[in-house]
């Protein structure tokens, strides 16, 4: 799939960034205390491409997503995002974590929530403005979330609140979504809709990675596959990287 630069949303929308959209991780260590997460992570990948992390509990999968969005501490090896340090760009990349960590009592509406995106990039002192304003509607309007934006979070059905949190995302114009278990927990229909709201989004040019369990689904939901066992065992097409003997190796204990 060619390179396509990602578009920012809103009334100010210019889709034409000048360079090469790549997440690049090189030499990623991870460890919690004396238990090694990761092992000598290295891979690439652009914008406009879908990835789907695969691998049994405790491979791995949420910790390499967390790193990448900052969130946990490199032992050893760095990531990088257009060029530079990840550090320097967080605002562009979003993580949603898993469904079931998230406090969906908090007393905010649907739009109060996709407003939130915003403040990544509004920083301290700038105010909430038209182009802010047309990004929330945006993100709305993707996710299909018109009928609900006025609706409680605690309201939403399981796939709903999967599509305010990407939602978000959207509204903080971020060009890499990192989503663990996405489809956790949601009945086939909405798994359905979540999957093609996904490929609208690659398409449009950003890079979707999500840990994923399904492995009947991952040709048809992701154009590439990292099977990780605190290791990578194989990275490339699903059709190419998840042979029998890499599967073997990925969930065997």
């Known amino acids: 799939m060619p390179h396509r630069d990602h578009i920012h949303w809103g009334d100010e929308a210019d889709g034409d960034h000048g360079c090469e959209h790549l997440l690049e991780v090189r030499g990623l260590h991870?460890?919690?205390?004396?238990?090694?997460?990761?092992?000598?992570?290295?891979?690439?990948?652009?914008?406009?491409?879908?990835?789907?992390?695969?691998?049994?509990?405790?491979?791995?999968?949420?910790t390499l997503l967390k790193s990448i969005a900052g969130l946990l501490p490199a032992g050893q090896g760095t990531i990088?995002?257009?060029?530079?340090?990840?550090?320097?760009?967080?605002?562009?990349?979003?993580?949603?974590?898993?469904r079931e960590a998230v406090d969906w009592n908090f007393p905010i509406t649907v739009r109060g929530m996709v407003e939130m995106g915003c403040y990544?990039?509004?920083?301290?002192?700038?105010?909430?403005?038209?182009?802010?304003?047309?990004?929330?509607?945006?993100?709305?309007?993707a996710m299909k979330l018109e009928e609900v934006q006025d609706r409680q979070i605690a309201a939403l059905s399981g796939g709903q609140q999967q599509r305010a949190f990407i939602a978000r995302a959207l509204a903080q114009e971020a060009h890499v979504l990192l989503l663990d278990e996405p489809f956790s927990g949601l009945d086939q229909p909405a798994q359905e809709m979540l999957t093609g709201l996904l490929a609208e989004l690659v398409e449009e040019g950003r890079l979707v990675m999500a840990s994923h369990h399904d492995l009947k689904t991952v040709a048809s939901s992701f154009d590439l596959a990292l099977l990780i066992k605190r290791e990578i065992v194989a990275f490339g097409p699903p059709g190419e990287s998840m042979s029998e003997s890499n599967l073997a190796e990925a969930f065997t204990a």
Request: positive net charge; aromatic residues 10%; glycine residues 12%.
């Open 80 to 98: 990088y995002w257009r060029g530079q340090p990840v550090r320097k760009h967080t605002y562009e990349i979003a993580y949603l974590p898993q």
């Open 120 to 141: 990544a990039q509004l920083g301290a002192w700038r105010a909430f403005g038209p182009h802010e304003d047309g990004v929330v509607q945006k993100a709305i309007r």
């Open 30 to 62: 991870v460890h919690y205390g004396a238990v090694c997460a990761l092992h000598d992570i290295s891979f690439k990948v652009a914008c406009g491409h879908s990835l789907a992390l695969l691998g049994s509990n405790g491979a791995g999968k949420s």
